[in-house]
């Protein structure tokens, strides 16, 4: 193996859109056109698309893997798939475009740096494109690729493409999406997916993987922060007075003989940093790292606390945040949840809903609301029983998210971004 390939980066990258606009077939043309498609399953997906009587290879055979979603012909959970060039190795999700599936769509943004959100060119930006888009504003996904779609079943037209790239990035532009891209594209016949488009001489911009190839791997700013450590374990042996602190470090970067805020306001010192490798195994951790901590002072923390170093987020009763519901039961003021704020679990209400988002532009916001449904987008109010130490969203969750969930089930009612507000 090359070094050039040993060393190459790998990008993180989701597709969403709504239903029917062709996101399986276009991750079928991108697997196939990049030759990251097995002979054995490129000879199922011929068959297949023969026994079914369609007119060359069926691409969405070759990502719609579930039963059902085949019985069906729709996707309907996350499917994580691997394609590499030369330039550079990609890991894919393939996310679901039903209304009912948002859940899904957002599990597979929070991990990717760049979401390619396709339309059909026959019906441009719709409600459900706002609401992906929306959603990928919110964590903080910089670079968003419009895949317009379907451009051959408009005659390869330039109006219709240049009105749809007027919508979308008058949007983007609305919901501070630093770096959009709008391409027009057939998944179907190949057109500006890997190669170059020979029925469009009036667009001469990238493809969709010259743009995925060219653009910056970034880390996220999560080693710019403060310092932050959410306690998840502590770690005691009596017989040698061993105290640890374990947990993953969520941003910033801790040095031995560093000083260090603790939940109470206590000052103390690193004294070791202990990892899977062993006792002072390194003498400096940073954003990522799974460490355990030892300070120079006897300190009670439990489960939960934090250990921070430069600032420390003030602790507070109730704050503001922006929530995208994730199950059939509906968030309603004065609900009793559980607040998941990095490793802790606090009882909490919600005490109020200023703002629930009108995603399709029809109706308006709907202010002081009595309830969020599922998929919906909304701006709450959120009182928990113990301090917490929140901060502002930042550097693609490394603080800020947070989770309500229900106290009977325990299951996921929400995910939320501590004072984050769109429009």
């Known amino acids: 193996m090359s070094d050039s390939l040993r060393h190459r980066e790998t990008l993180r990258l989701c597709t969403a859109g709504s239903v029917d606009d062709g996101k399986s077939t276009f991750v079928g043309r991108l697997l196939h056109d990049t030759k990251s498609i097995l002979a054995d399953q490129l000879a199922s ?31 309907i959970d996350v499917a994580y798939r691997y394609f590499a060039t030369d330039e550079r190795a990609f890991i894919l999700a393939d996310t679901p475009g039903h209304v009912q599936y948002t859940r899904n769509t957002v599990t597979g943004m929070s991990t990717s740096q760049v979401v390619v959100l396709l339309v059909d060119a026959r019906h441009g930006v719709v409600e459900q494109t706002v609401r992906h ?19 051959d079943l408009v005659d390869y037209s330039e109006q219709v493409f240049r009105d749809i790239e007027a919508a979308f990035n008058a949007k983007a532009m609305e919901l501070g999406v630093e770096d959009p891209h709008v391409i027009p594209i057939s998944a179907l016949r190949g057109d500006n997916v890997v190669e170059p488009s020979a029925n469009m ?44 602190y374990a947990g993953l470090v969520e941003a910033g970067s801790i040095s031995v003989g560093d000083e260090v805020t603790v939940s109470g306001g206590q000052r103390t ?17 940073t954003a990522g790292d799974s460490i355990t901590l030892r300070l120079a002072d006897e300190i009670d923390l439990v489960r939960g606390d934090l250990i921070a170093a430069g600032s ?35 009882r909490g209400r919600i005490s109020g809903i200023s703002r629930v988002l009108d995603l399709g532009g029809a109706d308006g916001d709907e202010h002081d609301a009595e309830s969020v449904e599922l998929n919906q987008i909304a701006h709450v109010s959120i009182q928990v029983a113990r301090e917490l130490p929140v901060e502002e969203y930042a550097a693609r969750g490394a603080v800020g998210n947070f989770l309500l969930v229900d106290k009977a089930s325990g299951n996921t009612l929400a995910a939320g971004f501590v004072g984050t507000r769109l429009r």
Request: negative net charge; proline residues 5%.
């Open 45 to 75: 997906v011929e068959q297949t698309s023969a026994d079914r009587g369609f007119d060359g290879l069926d691409l969405s055979l070759l990502v719609d893997g579930l039963r059902a979603e085949r019985e069906q012909g729709i996707t």
């Open 133 to 151: 888009l929306t959603i990928a504003s919110l964590l903080g996904v910089r670079s968003v690729v419009l895949a317009v779609n379907k451009i």
């Open 201 to 244: 001489d009036w667009y001469t911009g990238p493809t969709v993987l010259k743009v995925l190839e060219t653009i910056p791997v970034t880390r996220g700013r999560a080693t710019e922060l403060d310092f932050r450590l959410p306690i998840q374990y502590v770690l005691r042996e009596h017989s040698t007075d061993y105290r640890g």
């Open 269 to 285: 010192t690193v004294t070791h940093i202990d990892t899977a490798d062993g006792l002072d195994a390194a003498q400096t951790a």
């Open 312 to 346: 420390f987020p003030e602790p507070v009763r109730e704050f503001e945040s922006t929530v995208v519901a994730l199950t059939d039961k509906p968030l309603k003021p004065g609900q009793n949840v559980l607040v998941r704020y990095g490793a802790a679990l606090e």
